[in-house]
């Protein structure tokens, strides 16, 4: 079995105990020598700002290359691109474009009115300059927004034709339910990278919320063994355990690459590529 490449999505700190968080995991997972990481943005471009001090820092310290989330939400299309300028000013060169969720106290996306209509109008643009590489968002479960499967796949298909070169999946807790969607996207014509997004269990619950949120399927069985786990203190055992063997079969089925979506906590992730053979490699930070 060959070693996968390995990305890492973070969020920016919003205090002080956050930001020594982010920094502590940034540390425990650069040495597993990532092909990429993320930093994600807030809704309604609620942590602009943070998002852009911590990817350059990050860029700046770590030898690891940075992709920034930028969104259409609540933004004109020259504000959206003056980010866009400010990264490419700053030696970042890739960027996870993504529509955005509604901005908090709304339950669906309304587009600037001088803003981009669509993740596809954002892709297009940035991808336009021609120095940037452009990563997206794919659902390998429908999207709360979308009619089904097939229409995600659909409008996939036109994010890699309007300029993406590869595409980050929601997470899922089953490697069938990426197989399918990899061979749905495969029979539409889509040639670029699908890179399954995985998230390790750090919270039963917190990770139940999440799939409520973004339309993930939770296998039956699993509530009744996380509940006998927390019973018997090994809970932490069975999220790795759990997250290690859909990595194994995602890896056996021919997957490249594995996204973790770290939560900024590194030990859960540390401990499923630990238990992949994968073990970090000690280098030296850049000095600033």
């Known amino acids: 079995m060959s070693r996968p490449r390995l990305s890492f999505e973070f969020f920016p700190p919003r205090s002080l105990d956050a930001s020594f968080r982010l920094w502590e995991t940034v540390r425990e997972l650069a040495p597993l020598d990532p092909a990429f990481v993320s930093v994600t943005y807030g809704a309604g471009g609620t942590t602009r700002q943070l998002t852009h001090e911590a990817v350059t820092t990050i860029g700046s310290h770590y030898w690891v290359s940075v992709a920034a989330h930028l969104t259409c939400v609540e933004a004109s299309r020259e504000e959206t691109m003056a980010i866009v300028d400010g990264y490419a000013k700053a030696g970042v060169r890739e960027i996870v474009a993504l529509r955005g969720d509604a901005p908090q106290g709304t339950d669906r996306f309304t587009p600037h009115a001088d803003g981009f209509a669509s993740s596809v ?10 120095d940037m590489q452009v990563r997206v968002g794919a659902y390998p479960e429908p999207h709360p927004d979308s009619a089904d499967t097939a229409a995600d796949v659909a409008w996939l298909k036109r994010k890699i034709d309007a300029g993406a070169s590869s595409a980050i999946t929601q997470f899922f807790f089953e490697a069938d339910t990426f197989f399918r969607f990899r061979d749905a996207c495969a029979d539409a014509g889509i040639t670029a990278p699908i890179i399954p997004g995985i998230l390790p269990i750090q919270s039963w619950e917190g990770a139940k919320r999440f799939a409520a949120r973004c339309g ?11 509940a006998t786990a927390r019973r018997d203190g090994r809970e932490q055992l069975l999220a790795t355990a759990i997250c290690a063997e859909l990595c194994d079969a995602l890896i056996e089925g021919g997957v490249e690459d594995l996204h973790f979506y770290t939560l900024n906590r590194p030990e859960m992730t540390r401990d499923v590529c630990a238990a992949l053979g994968i073990l970090a490699a000690p280098r030296l930070e850049a000095v600033a």
């Open 121 to 130: 109008e954002l892709i297009e643009a940035i991808a336009a300059r021609g």
């Open 216 to 226: 993930t399927a939770v296998p039956a069985g699993l509530d009744e063994a996380f």
